[in-house]
């Protein structure tokens, strides 16, 4: 498995502009890893986006149409209000949770298109065709244990993504760009957290896992077990290290290897 960097300046990630602002940079680093790809007949790759290119929610429904085109609709309605962008000419992608007591949890993924487009082109134009786009923590979310309730804090730089999962049931995402990426300002995130997560769900986690502390990792271990007063540990990938850069492709061949 091979890693080349891209360089500085090459992407500025966010969800309400431009996102590939070196493009011939981009271009030259996915054609160096497509090899003579090109030459070759088109392949399926997957794509897996910095999680604040995009906006995940999970929706909550009593009564969930059966029909796609309704189902779509009423997503896109829900997440007018709560998105900084165009809802009806975004790229949305959902999949459906079902719940207790016939509750629907749906997990929705959505970015404006020209985004989404821009980091598929390159790979398009080296004869790769993206036919998974996903963004780094959901793919990540394959590394961690679904037993129990638990939280997924995941660091990349200043953007910090926290996942609160049931079992296997996504209940709430939250990705924001913090104004520096220390532990006070992740505490600041995490506390009120699980203050949500008790509060809603019924309980308090019971699990906290970290991705992307790197050095870190051991001191934000120890500070997090005693102010959140639960077992605390760092992702894990039989692959390897999963960390700011990786995490997301080692959950993708997680997910790869369970399902063959």
Same mark, same amino acid.
């Given at each position: 498995m091979e890693f080349h960097p891209l360089k500085n300046g090459t992407l500025t990630v966010s969800p309400l502009k431009e996102n590939v602002t070196d493009p011939d940079d981009f271009m030259n680093a996915v054609r160096g890893l497509s090899g003579t790809q090109a030459a070759r007949k088109r392949k399926d790759v997957a794509?897996?986006?910095?999680?604040?290119?995009?906006r995940i929610s999970v929706l909550d429904f009593d009564h969930f149409p059966a029909d796609a085109k309704e189902q779509a609709s009423l997503i896109r309605f829900r997440l007018k209000r709560s998105v900084p962008f165009d809802v009806e000419t975004a790229a949305m992608s959902y999949?459906?949770?079902?719940?207790?007591?016939?509750?629907?949890?749906?997990?929705?993924v959505m970015a404006p298109l020209e985004i989404v487009a821009r980091y598929e082109s390159p790979f398009r134009t080296v004869g790769m065709n993206p036919g998974l786009v996903t963004t780094s923590a959901l793919a990540a979310l394959e590394l961690a244990p679904d037993a129990g309730l638990s939280v997924l804090a995941k660091l990349t730089g200043r953007v910090l993504t926290v996942l609160v999962r049931h079992q296997a049931t996504l209940k709430f995402v939250r990705c924001l760009e913090m104004p520096w990426s220390d532990l006070d300002d992740?505490?600041?995130? &995490?506390?009120?957290?699980?203050?949500?997560? #008790?509060?809603?769900?019924?309980?308090?986690?019971?699990? /906290?896992? &970290?991705?992307?502390?790197?050095a870190r990792? #051991?001191?934000?271990?120890?500070?997090?077990?005693?102010? /959140?007063g639960v077992p605390v540990e760092s992702l894990r990938s039989p692959l390897g290290v999963p960390g700011e850069n990786n995490a997301g492709l080692l959950g993708y061949l997680r997910s790869i290897a369970k399902n063959n």
């Open positions: 794509l897996i986006l910095p999680d604040f290119s995009a999949w459906v949770q079902t719940g207790a007591h016939k509750k629907v949890d749906v997990v929705a992740v505490a600041a995130v &995490l506390i009120p957290t699980f203050v949500y997560a #008790e509060d809603s769900l019924g309980g308090r986690p019971e699990r /906290l896992i &970290l991705c992307g502390f790197e990792s #051991e001191e934000a271990e120890r500070r997090f077990k005693d102010e /959140l």
